[in-house]
Nanobody, 127 residues
């Protein structure tokens, strides 16, 4: 079976850091664009960042620019989201999503563009 599995979510204090991982199971991420999305209680799902299959793109939502960094390690079949200077408003369930067949493009805030999703990992920023 083909799965995306997120991990790394946790409770962290404001100003802290977390690194989320999105690992593929049953398929290789080499030819997939990956997006990170998040959804807070009572809010719509929003795009956080994305990276193309060639490693370019690196698009970010304005709310996380300069604080979050997306990267990929195809050898480990994993995409990462490094989150620094976390704020309480970053609290949400974070999801990764994948779409095959693109090289230099990823959709930063279009959840419908992706066709595979993970189950999510909870990030809570609170003192």
């Amino acid at each position: 079976q083909l799965h995306l599995v997120e991990s790394g979510g946790n409770l962290v204090q404001p100003g802290g850091s977390l690194r989320l991982s999105c690992a593929a199971s049953g398929f290789t991420l080499d030819y997939y664009a990956i997006g990170w999305f998040r959804q807070a209680p009572g809010k719509e799902r929003e795009g956080v960042s994305c990276i193309s299959s060639r490693g370019g793109g690196g698009n970010y939502a304005d709310s996380v620019k300069g604080r979050f960094t997306i990267s990929r390690d195809n050898a480990k079949n994993t995409v990462y989201l490094q989150m620094d200077s976390l704020k309480p408003e970053d609290t949400a369930v974070y999801y990764c999503a994948a779409r095959e067949g693109t090289y230099f493009y990823c959709a930063a805030n279009d959840a419908g563009w992706y066709d595979r999703w993970g189950q999510g990992t909870q990030v809570t920023v609170s003192s």
